[in-house]
């Protein structure tokens, strides 16, 4: 799911494009992608774009008489740009198209890969109806110790669980948790109520520090183009997406937890003290024989690795 540093350059991208330009027309391809409908998108055409906001994940665009389209892209809906060309609007593609947002400017088409049709677009009159799309999350960019301590503070769970809770945080989703936990040094199933002052700084830091480091990075990338390749997998990552290569600060293979439709990745040297965090699925596997700490886990592997054992190779990613 595209996140903080993801939707930041999407909103960039799109007030360079369409910012003052009117919409032309809003073609909607699967009746699901509309979630809410007041006004009606007929009504929106000929409406001039005022703005481009983000709310945690979701990215608003904001048209004359306040009107907003929100856009949710969850986990596999991306946007792509196609510039006016004097050719007409641009085609929606028949297998991952959704939607197209056509401005005098180009079309912003809105697309989703798979078929758990989960993305979607509201259209909301009135800028107090915006509201229900903030679930009061803290801005951690800028945000002081304090504040990230009592927004951590208000739910106990595992530090990974915390900092993906829309509600507590927002816009960190799975890959960059993975990536601040890292540069904290802190466990991922570490709990909220454990945490030290001391800790719950550095966390904030490592926080801040991430999502304004990966901004700029995409920034740099994108050299003023409109984002393509937008993903959770990235190679200069530290940990996340990373499972069986070496840490950047200590060479320790990363390891992995996979739950649901997620993953954790994680140093365990870095992180856990050299413990090793179960994983269900071998859990189950391996039963009494789970090792406890990566040298436990190496000796394992040496030990079965003519038996197919399948800790010897990473196991399938979850997401796209």
């Known amino acids: 799911m595209p996140e903080y540093p993801d939707i930041v350059v999407y909103v960039e991208a799109l007030r360079e494009r369409i910012v003052g330009s009117r919409l032309s027309r809003l073609r909607i391809v699967h009746p699901f992608l509309l979630r809410t409908a007041e006004p009606r998108p007929e009504a929106l055409a000929g409406k001039r774009v005022s703005g481009v906001e983000r709310i945690g994940k979701q990215i608003v ?7 907003f389209m929100v856009i949710h892209l969850m986990i596999a809906g991306r946007l792509r740009w196609f510039p006016e060309s004097g050719k007409g609007p641009a085609k929606i ?28 677009l509201h259209l909301v009159a009135g800028r107090e109806g915006l509201s229900p799309f903030d679930r009061g999350g803290l801005e951690v960019i800028g945000s002081t110790d304090e504040a990230f301590s009592a927004a951590l503070a208000r739910e106990n769970h595992t530090l990974k669980r915390s900092l993906t809770d829309p509600r507590l945080f927002s816009g960190i989703g799975n890959s960059y948790s993975d990536e601040i936990l890292h540069r904290a040094r802190l466990s991922p199933f570490k709990l909220s109520s454990a945490m030290s002052a001391e800790e719950t700084s550095r966390l904030r830091a490592a926080a801040e520090a991430v999502l304004v480091e990966w901004s700029e990075r995409l920034r740099r990338e994108l050299s003023g183009k409109f984002p393509e390749k937008v993903t959770a997998f990235r190679p200069e990552m530290a940990v996340h ?3 069986g290569q070496p840490c950047p600060v200590c060479g320790t293979p990363v390891q992995r937890v996979e739950y649901a439709e997620n993953e954790c990745d994680y140093c365990p040297v870095c992180q856990t003290e050299g413990r090793l965090l179960a994983d269900r699925a071998l859990s189950r596997l391996l039963k009494g024989d789970w090792p406890r700490t990566i040298q436990e886990l190496e000796a394992l592997k040496a030990k ?6 399948p800790t010897d190779s990473p196991p399938p990613r979850a997401g796209p």
């Open 304 to 309: 079965n690795s003519t038996l197919g054992d």
């Open 241 to 243: 997406g990373r499972y």
């Open 61 to 67: 665009i904001a048209l004359e008489e306040e009107t």
């Open 93 to 120: 593609p028949g297998k991952l198209g959704l939607a197209a947002f056509d401005f005098e400017t180009g079309s912003l088409v809105f697309t989703e890969a798979g078929t758990k049709r989960r993305a979607s």
